[in-house]
């Protein structure tokens, strides 16, 4: 673990919400930003991104259950729900304020079924803005890697344990832009985070998230499309997994989403192009004002 990793897990709390212990960091004053993140890691992702969005605005990234450094047993059912219902448990300890909302990858799903859960409760944090960056908006056009195939075979079990670093690395590496690969260091703390808590023995669960019902997709999608709050994509034009397909895809059912494209970038917008992507961010949030 490095020591920025180090330093990530000491400026971070813990909220015990149904047994679980839920690792959170929440800086700054100002209007509440909810950093939602992807799979494998956790609320690290968003480390690069922090001091160009934390000015004027109180930052809030959790760590969801069987990822980075919350809890991460065996015996649990790692659903988008209850993703969605630990972001809200730790909105809740805020007192529920609005919030704007960025996601990136199991995030962006995560943040479809906050939706969801708003059109069930009303008095639930209410959501002032959506950014959403490389994600799978659309199961169908989602384009899983041969890693994240094993882990949902039924070989996932066996295999999670076992995954060989290397392959870890060749698989993270393939996400990113051929002109923005992640450093050693980052590959490190990406691992780090996966091994944290011994989740590589859940790490089969976890990423199941990609395999979507058809009825599930559908009331996704649609908490999305039907949503008037202000929604923007950011998207790594070069990400196999969600990058120019998805939003082909995704244009296909709104041809007039607010769509601010990365040419080059990979699957991490956040950390591949820091500025540019919090440029977009901060953008938004201004002209949604």
């Known amino acids: ?131 959403l960056l490389n994600g799978a908006l659309c199961p169908e056009a989602y384009r899983p890697r041969l890693i994240q195939r094993l882990l949902a075979s039924p070989a996932g079990p066996w295999l999670g344990p076992r995954i060989p670093r290397r392959a870890f690395d060749r698989t993270i590496t393939g996400l990113f832009g051929a002109m923005t690969p992640p450093s050693r260091e980052l590959l490190d703390d990406f691992w780090a985070l996966v091994e944290y808590g011994d989740g590589r023995r859940i790490t089969h669960s976890v990423g199941s998230f990609w395999r979507t019902p058809r009825a599930e997709r559908d009331r996704l999608v649609g908490a999305l499309l039907g949503s008037a709050v202000p929604l923007r994509l950011i998207n790594g034009s070069a990400d196999p997994n969600s990058g120019e397909l998805m939003m082909q895809r995704w244009l296909s059912l709104s041809p007039t989403a607010d769509l601010v494209r990365l040419a080059a970038i990979g699957h991490w917008p956040q950390l591949e192009a820091p500025v540019a992507t919090a440029d977009a961010i901060r953008s938004f949030w201004h002209s949604a004002a």
């Open 1 to 131: 673990m490095s020591p920025r990793l180090q330093d990530w897990q000491t400026r971070g709390r813990a909220l015990t919400w149904q047994g679980l212990r839920l690792f959170h960091v929440v800086e700054g004053q100002g209007p509440v930003v909810l950093l939602l993140h992807g799979y494998p890691t956790g609320s690290f992702d968003w480390h690069a991104l922090w001091p160009l969005l934390q000015p004027g605005y109180r930052l809030l990234a959790p760590d969801f259950p069987g990822l980075g450094f919350s809890d991460k047993p065996r015996d649990c059912r790692y659903t988008l729900e209850l993703h969605a219902e630990a972001a809200d448990a730790v909105l809740d300890s805020l007192g529920r304020p609005p919030v704007h909302v960025v996601a990136h990858d199991l995030g962006v799903r995560v943040a479809q079924a906050m939706l969801l859960r708003r059109q069930a409760d009303p008095t639930l944090s209410p959501l002032s803005s959506l950014v």
